[in-house]
């Protein structure tokens, strides 16, 4: 064998011999390099290890942690039986010493910093809403309650009560409980809500609406679903007002909506300066009046949306009155009356002289207008010379009086108009009496009822 050969094996000892290593004396794991890496010791950080993750943390560590750890990963990890036997030969083995199982620590919620939960919790209230996650996280602990308690996390509540089917006597008991819950909410967590809504709800409102407990609140909107609700649901609009300031939507779809009574002498509220929607549509007569709607939009001028489908009582002079100049969608279908119930009505030509100009959407399916009152107020989109076309796109005039003089004129005057239901009139010709989609539909109605001789059915 050459020197340097020689000299080579000498200097270098087997892999069996490099691998075994004193006793007590073991390889640097990953995990201390990763402590020393990210938590060095003086950097103002420290590690928590808890049961599938590992937090860097801002402050001073646990007396003990990194030494505790070791201890027990000693303890867990199997001797050799050649180191045991020599360590047995070295010194007697020390009695045991119970010692607490080492586990995630109980109060390590407690040291995540509230800005990240507030962000951690912003994102999963983004997704899924508020409830039920807010108040069951509020139960872990001290921290968690303070981050689930911010009132910036509460911007859009949903509610609902349990799902139909269950028994009558059970579904009341816990839409009992969800309103006992939804008056705790109001004035603990709604200060800076902004939209609100009420799904199949059947109680009374104004205990939970009363006072000043939202004054962020942008929408409120409240429905019982396609179930028709035989109990009339109050609604206190002056307290509303009050409490509600900014609000700009309100919706109660399908309520027998009653305005509460205050007293002989109404004192008018501050009303809704900043409301842009107004719908209490419903598939059922409802007691809305004149007076009612008054009170409601005497101070709306801002008023873009007003659904009064199945508001039989409202009528032209009384939207006449209203303060809104620039309304652009005006829906005041019956569909849930009978032809027998619909009372022959005159002033349409209040409303299409009012809001002309701006009127992109018109419903006024049902209503009791005669032929002379609607070919006046359709009349109001004709073309003057000099002016811009109206920006009618959408006309609803099923079951009305209208005739073909008269759609003819609308369809020449409004050259945007995109969609036109002519079902049940029974003034136009056979073939005719259906619904339009398009321009080029509405156009080819317009040809129809140019060549077509006059009908009466």
């Known amino acids: 064998m050459a020197p340097g050969v020689a000299r080579r094996a000498r200097r270098r000892p087997p892999r069996s011999v490099r691998s075994a290593r004193p006793v007590g004396v073991r390889a640097r794991s990953a995990e201390d390099w990763w402590w020393d890496r990210l938590a060095p010791s003086g950097s103002g950080y420290h590690l928590l290890q808890s049961d599938s993750m590992l937090l860097v943390l801002p402050g001073p560590g646990p007396a003990r942690t990194r030494v505790q750890r070791r201890a027990a990963r000693r303890t867990q990890r199997p001797v050799p039986p050649a180191s045991r ?44 809403g508020p409830m039920p996650f807010l108040g069951r996280a509020a139960r ?35 839409e009992k409980k969800l309103l006992a819950s939804l008056e705790w909410l109001m004035p603990n967590r709604f200060s800076q809500l902004q939209r609100l809504t009420l799904i199949h709800w059947k109680s009374q409102v104004h205990p939970v609406l ?64 900043s409301l842009e929607e107004l719908c209490l549509a419903g598939s059922s007569c409802n007691f809305v009046s004149n007076e009612a709607l008054g009170r409601l939009l005497h101070d709306s001028p801002n008023l873009r949306l ?26 005041l279908g019956l569909y849930g009356t009978s032809d027998r119930l619909t009372l022959a009505k005159e002033g349409s030509h209040l409303l299409t002289q009012k809001w002309c100009h701006a009127l992109r959407e018109l419903d006024l399916s049902g209503q009791g ?39 003819s004129s609308v369809i020449s ?45």
């Not at 409240?222 to 609009?237: D, E, K």
């Not at 009384?318 to 100049?325: I, S, T, V």
């Not at 945007?416 to 259906?434: A, F, I, Q, T």
């Open 413 to 457: 005057s409004c050259p945007g108009l995109l969609y036109l239901n002519l079902e049940s009139c029974r003034c136009l010709p056979r073939g005719l009496k259906r619904a339009y989609r398009g321009q080029e539909e509405v156009q080819w109605c317009l040809e129809q009822l140019l060549t077509s001789p006059p009908s009466s059915s």
């Open 210 to 273: 009363k006072g000043g407990c939202c004054p962020q609140l942008r929408v409120l909107e409240v429905s019982t679903g396609i179930n028709r609700n035989s109990t009339p649901l109050q609604l206190p609009v002056e307290a509303l007002q009050k409490g509600c300031p900014q609000l700009q939507v309100l919706r109660l779809l399908n309520l027998m909506w009653l305005p509460k009574p205050s007293g002989r002498v109404v004192t008018p509220g501050p009303g809704f300066p």
């Open 140 to 174: 872990v602990c001290r921290r968690w309650h303070e981050a689930a308690s911010q009132p910036a996390l509460w911007h859009t509540v949903t509610l609902s009560p349990p799902l139909a089917g269950r028994l009558a006597k059970s579904g009341a008991k816990a």
């Open 306 to 331: 007003l659904d009064l489908r199945g508001c039989a009582r409202i009528t032209p002079g009384g939207l006449h009155d209203l303060p809104c100049q620039d309304l652009e969608q005006l829906h």
């Open 369 to 407: 207008f005669s032929e002379k009152d609607l070919e006046q107020a359709l009349a109001a989109f004709s073309v003057t010379p000099g002016a811009s076309h109206p920006a009618l796109c959408s006309l609803n005039l099923r079951g009305t009086r209208v005739t073909p003089s008269t759609v």
């Open 85 to 128: 036997a020599a360590a047995v030969k070295a010194r007697p083995r020390p009695a045991p010493v119970s010692e607490p199982q080492q586990g995630p620590d109980p109060g390590w919620g407690d040291r995540i910093p509230l800005e990240i939960l507030l962000q951690i919790f912003g994102l999963l209230v983004a997704s899924d």
